[in-house]
């Protein structure tokens, strides 16, 4: 702020003052009567960037966020205090709605959509739901066989669905309440038709996007598929293969965008290799590990 | 007020009477049945022990470089009755304070802060990382400011960074030297409503305190000002404030 008091002997003067030097902008701070003249003070802020929060310097949280790749305007906000509290501030965190609607596990090729949905549905079996599950991803030399051993494991049945009105008839087949796992193909974030086909399976489907994400990816890429997918429907985020990547930078990056943190692949286990994530199992994961 | 309260003192501008204030608040704390602390946290040119005329033989640079702990630098101040960290005088040693230790120094601190019903901290002037720090981690702010243009711009920059490291925080202004009351509230309107207008929000008015010749007097011999002058305008003041906080 820039402040400068001006003497005058009238009021107009004085103002004519101010405004010569400090321009339009120039906020009156206040004014006095002095002698037989009178005294404005003025000033006039600068437009600058915010400022950025001065860190608390836990210098131990510091290296943490460091050796992950944090981007530098989430760090502000995570450096304010205990972690696992400044997490549940800064992002979402949420359930998969598998008793509401259908999900369609989506993501770039290779982030792991068809395990993650085999070890969904293990999860509800391990607890005497059983889950329908379908793969609109039936063009995929493979894709079907590998999510079919599981099922088959699992004794539950697998739709396999080339086409959105396939998998729209496999819905209204089903018994109600039945929750819905939906395998897709891989969908190139930044090829609009696949992205395009993408929001039309969900919208037949009416399903909720879940972008199924794998760790150790350039956060900045991370940040641009999310928003990608966010604006295709997705509000929910699976990270995956953290026992293949440590840092987690991406992870944050992409939920920064505001999908919320559903659930973390940890290891290649079907039945343990899926956990919901928490505010406090993200921060003590954030914190261990740092070389 | 609660108990182990951290009460940062800030100016931005030098030479506005932090230390004199903190120093008589502290007095005026302990006057009032409060158990209070005065923390020198001055890494640049500390003087609380000069303007007490005490000679600490452990200080906080002592503390910092681990020879010795917060409590083994505790210092009573008999006259005062309240205790006291002094800083290292003259050095500008400790200005160079590395993120780390500074934390950890401010570690110690609030632990100590729990024997105390209060305590104060007296932070040199400029807006260096350490005093944005020491600002933003304490409980509360108070920022002194006269009616000169230059600690106006400068409290209001302590402000300024406040609101970003604190968007939670209340700051508190204390004018000082004021020629009168009615000059000290002008005083306060005029940085009032800069803050609002430029931060979005503004900080409540602490106090004024009159300019006083005898506060000067205190000072130079090293005496307290409600000791030597008890009914002296800035002495009525600082109590005004003591029983505010
Ligand atoms: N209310 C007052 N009336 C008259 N003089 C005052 C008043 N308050 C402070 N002073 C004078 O201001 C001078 C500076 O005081 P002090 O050393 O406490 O300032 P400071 O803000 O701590 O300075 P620094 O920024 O160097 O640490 C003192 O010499 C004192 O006499
Ligand atoms: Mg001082």
């Not at chain 1, 003067?13 to 037989?36: K, Y």
């Not at chain 1, 790749?69 to 760090?75: C, I, T």
């Not at chain 2, 502290?26 to 022990?49: P, S």
């Amino acid at each position: 702020m820039r402040l400068k008091r001006y003497r005058a002997a009238g009021m107009a003067q004085a103002m004519a003052q101010v405004r010569a030097e400090l321009g339009a902008d120039a906020l009156i701070l206040a004014t006095q009567r002095l002698g037989n003249g009178v005294e404005v003070t003025a000033a006039l802020e600068p437009d600058e960037a915010p400022l950025t929060p001065l860190v608390s310097a836990d210098p131990k949280l510091v290296a943490a966020l460091d050796f992950h790749g944090v981007p530098a305007l989430l760090r502000g906000e995570l450096q304010r205090g205990d972690l696992a509290t400044t997490l549940a501030g800064a992002f979402g965190f949420a359930a998969l709605p598998l008793e509401e609607r259908p999900l369609l596990i989506a993501g770039p090729p290779g982030t792991g959509k068809t395990l993650t949905v085999a070890r969904l549905a293990t999860r509800l079996v391990m607890s005497g739901i059983k889950p329908l599950v379908i793969t609109a991803d039936g063009k995929r030399a493979g894709a079907t066989e590998q999510l079919a051993a599981f099922t088959k494991l699992l004794g539950i049945s697998l739709v396999v669905a080339c086409h959105p009105v396939t998998v729209g008839r496999a819905l209204t087949r089903r018994e109600p309440d039945t929750p819905v796992l939906i395998d897709c193909p891989g969908c190139d974030a930044y090829d609009p038709a696949q992205v395009e086909e993408l929001s039309a399976l969900a919208s037949t489907a009416n399903a909720a996007i879940v972008l199924v994400l794998a760790a150790g990816l350039d956060p900045a890429e991370a940040v641009d598929v999310a928003r990608i997918y966010a604006s295709a429907g997705a509000r929910l985020l699976i990270a995956t293969k953290l026992d293949l990547a440590r840092r987690l930078g991406s992870i944050l990056a992409a939920a920064g965008t505001g999908l919320a943190l559903a659930e973390a692949g940890i290891g290649p286990g079907a039945a343990d290799g899926l956990l919901p994530i928490t505010p406090a199992w993200l921060a003590a994961r954030l914190l261990s590990g740092v070389s | 007020m609660t108990h182990g309260q951290t009460i940062a003192i800030a100016s931005g501008k030098g030479g506005v009477g932090k230390t004199w204030f903190a120093i008589t608040l502290a007095h005026a704390l302990t006057r009032l049945g409060r158990r209070a602390m005065l923390f020198d946290a001055d890494l640049g040119l500390a003087n609380v022990d000069i303007q007490l005329g005490l000679t600490p033989r452990l200080d906080l640079a002592t503390v910092i470089s681990g020879k010795a702990t917060l409590a083994d630098a505790t210092l009573h101040c008999a006259d005062g009755g309240f205790d006291i960290v002094a800083g290292r005088s003259g050095s500008g040693l400790l200005s160079a304070i590395d993120p780390a230790t500074l934390e950890r120094t401010l570690a110690a601190l609030q632990i100590a802060a729990a024997r105390y019903d209060v305590v104060l901290l007296d932070l040199g002037a400029g807006l260096e990382r350490a005093v944005r720090r020491m600002s933003a981690w304490a409980n509360r702010l108070l920022v002194l400011a006269t009616e000169e243009p230059t600690s106006l711009t400068d409290a209001y920059a302590v402000l300024k960074l406040y609101a970003a490291d604190r968007p939670d925080g209340k700051a508190r202004i204390v004018v000082n030297q004021a020629s009168t009351r009615t000059a000290g509230e002008r005083t306060f309107a005029t940085l009032e409503r800069a803050c609002q207008t430029f931060l979005g929000r503004a900080p409540a008015l602490a106090g004024i305190i009159r300019r006083d010749e005898r506060v000067g007097d205190a000072i130079r011999r090293q005496t307290l000002l409600l000791s030597r002058h008890p009914n002296a305008p800035a002495a009525v003041d600082i109590e005004a404030i003591a029983r505010s906080l």
